[in-house]
């Protein structure tokens, strides 16, 4: 293993609770069920396509422009809620990791659905670790297609078969398997099935890649 590229919310920031909190008022605006199962599922999963998931619960057909309008309105709530994220919102052993990671030269990337991104790693603090960020910015299709990951993989020079992603959702882990990555799996996805390495903490990748 020559690289690591990390998704980003769920993985090394806890950005996800915040998702859930912007999807859940506008659910809830709209008198649809959704709770934390129902948010499991959008994880790794871009805005529109999230969206489209909450709706499919809903009796009333929304129009493009409607549904427009509720992305948009989600992503304020969210990006309200995410002004005052500081390092101290890494996840557990993130920053530490990180460092020792960049120390010893591993080339690290970051593969993200969101195009919250720059926001995020700017506030988190954590862009000067990176060689690479691809983001929802910069992608056609979202986890599981590959893309993300493919795109991350080519800009730091390397196959994939030698870059470990790190994933925390199911979206992310198939995106994974379906660009021929291995893969850890953190949190809920640490039980897919296809998981190479099922991580408790993210300080496990530092004997992973010393090896
Ligand atoms: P945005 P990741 C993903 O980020 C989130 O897991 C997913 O819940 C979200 O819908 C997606 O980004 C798009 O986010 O609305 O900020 O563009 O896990 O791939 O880092
Ligand atoms: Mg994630």
Request: charged fraction near 20%; charge should be negative.
């Amino acid at each position: 293993m020559n690289a690591i590229i990390f998704d980003l919310d769920g993985v090394l920031c806890h950005t996800d609770e915040y998702h859930y909190m912007a999807w859940k008022t506008i659910a809830d605006e709209l008198d649809i069920p959704f709770n934390r199962k129902v948010n499991d599922q959008l994880r790794g999963v871009s805005r529109m396509e999230s969206l489209n998931l909450i709706l499919r619960n809903s009796p009333i057909r929304y129009t493009e422009q409607e549904k427009n309008l509720l992305a948009e309105k989600k992503n304020n709530i969210y990006r309200n809620l995410l002004q005052n994220i500081t390092s101290k919102d890494l996840a557990e052993g993130a920053w530490t990791v990180l460092e020792k990671l960049h120390t010893v030269h591993i080339p690290l990337a970051i593969g993200s659905s969101s195009k919250n991104t720059p926001l995020i790693v700017e506030k988190l603090g954590i862009g000067k670790f990176f060689d690479v960020i691809v983001d929802g910015n910069q992608i056609s299709h979202s986890k599981p297609n590959p893309e993300v990951f493919l795109s991350a993989a080519e800009k730091l020079h390397q196959k994939p078969s030698d870059c470990l992603v790190v994933e925390d959702a199911e979206a992310g882990v198939k995106a994974a398997i379906n660009g021929g990555f291995p893969v850890a799996g953190i949190g809920t996805a640490k039980a897919c099935p296809d998981v190479n390495y099922p991580l408790l903490s993210l300080s496990e990748l530092l004997t992973i890649a010393s090896h």
